[in-house]
């Protein structure tokens, strides 16, 4: 059901432009389809689910006190960011998109930030310089906007607090752990950082392993590999701005924690999302994890209503496993 109307799984697959569905109860693989012409060995990209895995590898790094408070602003770590938007920021708020940082994320705008971003790759450039390009919009810590760029500034705090880069902290310390299937894949730009933000690519089943991991609370095989704290924060609103819902500080009816997203009406569940319709959906109510791949060309034009339709679609999926 969707707004009191009754709708068929099989259409929202359609119109949602699924190219991959993967469904998981308990620890029994029970469903998977792939659609246009895809495959289940295909790697698929996850665009901004790839933030949740950054996270993850953040909440590792607290862990082994390679940072020590969240209220510390970016720039202890990163001084290349004094002068910018970022200056003065707690790294707290630029996990929970609330940086106060400008940013125009309108794929469908030739000249916003999130395209000119994007031509880095293309044209050749630097993520960390294009980072400090930019601007402050409003006071930190009171308004939930979505800022891709905050979460390569996360990536930058990561690298100088632990002195590694992000493909050997991630094989080492969730890669190698999560059971995966297949190697991963990262998009690079030219200095050969990785695209944190939503540059990953891994084949659909693994995606749902990640799913799985944050699902029980970290363990993997009677190994803690994710601090259970770390993972709870993340899923929990904090402040008036992050929590679900329509409100008038955010851009976003979504609520949000550590880069996690919240759906409206939370029964246990919550969610990684990703630009054309990717998604790690999770529910612990009914031990289901969901993780659907898509090429959804409306995704943008549809804004929130698009998204709101899939965790109404996944919920149903999830309940009647």
């Known amino acids: 059901m969707y707004k009191g109307e009754a709708r068929r799984i099989e259409d929202y697959l359609t119109s949602s432009g699924a190219t991959a569905l993967v469904v998981v109860k308990d620890n029994i693989l029970i469903h998977q389809s792939y659609y246009q012409g895809t495959r289940e060995l295909d790697k698929r990209i996850s665009w901004s689910v790839a933030k949740r895995f950054l996270s993850a590898l953040f909440g590792l790094a607290i862990e082994e006190g390679h940072i020590k408070d969240l209220n510390s602003p970016v720039t202890d770590y990163v ?12 790294i707290k708020n630029v996990l929970q998109m609330s940086s106060g940082v400008y940013f125009n994320e309108d794929y469908g705008d030739f000249n916003s930030d999130i395209n000119r971003f994007g031509r880095i790759m293309a044209l050749g450039g630097s993520f960390d310089d294009f980072a400090a390009t930019l601007t402050s919009e409003r006071e930190q810590g009171t308004f939930m906007h979505y800022v891709s760029i905050d979460t390569h500034v996360i990536g930058m705090v990561l690298r100088a607090a632990t002195g590694h880069s992000i493909s050997d902290y991630f094989d080492k310390k969730l890669w190698s752990k999560l059971g995966a299937e297949q190697d991963a894949m990262y998009i690079t730009d030219p200095t050969g950082q990785p695209m944190v933000l939503g540059g990953l690519n891994l084949i659909t089943r693994d995606y749902a392993r990640m799913g799985m991991l944050y699902r029980d609370k970290g363990i993997i095989n009677g190994e803690q590999v994710v601090p259970v704290q770390w993972i709870e924060d993340s899923i929990t609103p904090d402040a008036s701005h992050l929590m679900p819902g329509k409100r008038d500080n955010a851009t976003t009816d979504f609520g949000y924690g550590y880069q996690w997203s919240l759906p409206s009406d939370m029964d ?33 034009s549809n804004g ?3 998204k709101s339709i899939a965790v109404a679609a996944l919920r149903a999926i999830a309940q009647y496993q």
């Open 79 to 90: 001084p290349s960011l004094k002068g910018t938007g970022y200056e003065g920021v707690t």
């Open 268 to 300: 246990q569940d919550f969610l990684a999302m990703g630009v054309y319709g990717q998604y790690i959906y999770i529910n612990r109510k009914y031990n289901v994890v969901i993780a659907q791949n898509s090429a959804n060309r409306d995704f943008m």
């Open 304 to 306: 929130y209503e698009s």
